[in-house]
């Protein structure tokens, strides 16, 4: 079930995030706050955060393949018991 679950998400965010894309695309600048303008800092922690977020998902990925593996090992034990 969770394999179908991961599917859909998948396709989900990437929907969402071309959304995003198209609503940032053609927004039109605000001028209430003309003020404030992009810094490194803002930058560092977007980049900072993209990062952690990427980092989270392939770390998932490797404890799904540990997992598989784990399971096809237990497989082979048990049906080689029973």
Known sequence: MLPNAMEVM????????LWLAIHIAFSKPSTENAEQSASFLKGFRLVSALA????????????????????????????RLF
Request: hydrophobic share 60%.
């Open 10 to 17: 998948k396709y989900i965010g990437a929907a969402y995030i």
């Open 52 to 79: 952690i977020f990427l980092g989270a998902g392939m770390e998932m990925s490797l404890l799904w393949d540990l997992f598989d593996v784990l399971m096809g090992l237990w497989r082979s034990l048990t049906f």
